[in-house]
């Protein structure tokens, strides 16, 4: 698994920058089901997420929505689109009540050069990005079990709960087409992939509900 031991924007930060940011921001708060934004809409603002998980979704020219990732307490939504005046390049949902954080992009900026731990924060925000990035584009030369594997690691890291028995549940609700969407998968192999497995011991999957059994097991199977 790769080492994050800095998780979203908002534990780069220190008291002070964390301070100068909320006194910057408005709360707002969303219900499960909206949108925070729509894919292709202007970017005046940004949004930190204070409570909550989010799906980022984009669509496809044959009208698909693809899952492209999750975001939870700490993160950053709509940095790059707001920062450089584009519009929105994904839609963003929320998967249960969610509490955000707003800053205008001109509040943003000025916090950018008065206060030395946002710039970094905001450069480690992108590199992780990036990395995300990157890790798919590199599972995409390997087969789908591999793909699936690894993203379950990667989910069970910043989502798990564990339970009785050593087993951790990923903590979020998750189809088969979305978790394909992640992998950039089919849901036929997508659901290969799980039946593989499952048949193996390492995980247990019910209706949007998945529980790694065996991490160990599984990191060993996915390197």
Do not use: C
Request: proline share 5%; charged share 25%.
């Amino acid at each position: 698994m790769v080492d994050r031991p800095v998780r979203g924007f908002l534990e780069g930060l220190g008291p002070d920058g964390r301070a100068a940011l909320r006194a910057a921001g408005t709360e707002r708060t969303v219900a499960t089901g909206r949108s925070v934004y729509a894919e292709g809409t202007s970017a005046p603002t940004l949004d930190v997420v204070l409570k909550g998980r989010l799906k980022v979704l984009r669509t496809t020219m044959d009208g698909t929505e693809v899952l492209l990732a999750l975001r939870g307490p700490g993160d950053l939504l709509g940095e790059m689109s707001t920062l450089i005046g584009a519009p929105r390049s994904a839609s963003v949902i929320a998967i249960e009540p969610v509490r955000l954080l707003v800053v205008t992009q001109a509040e943003f900026e000025r916090l950018l050069v008065t206060h030395r731990d946002v710039a970094p924060a905001v450069i480690r925000v992108l590199v992780e990005r990036l990395r995300e990035t990157s890790e798919v584009h590199a599972d995409l030369s390997e087969p789908v079990p591999v793909r699936i594997g690894r993203l379950l690691l990667r989910l069970a890291d910043r989502f798990g709960a564990p339970i009785d028995g050593g087993a951790t549940v990923i903590d979020v609700p998750l189809t088969q087409d979305e978790l394909a969407g992640l992998t950039a998968s089919s849901r036929g192999g997508t659901a290969v992939a799980l039946r593989e497995l499952r048949s193996l011991g390492l995980v247990e999957t019910r209706r949007r509900r998945i529980t790694v059994l065996d991490l160990d097991g599984l990191r060993a199977r996915v390197p």
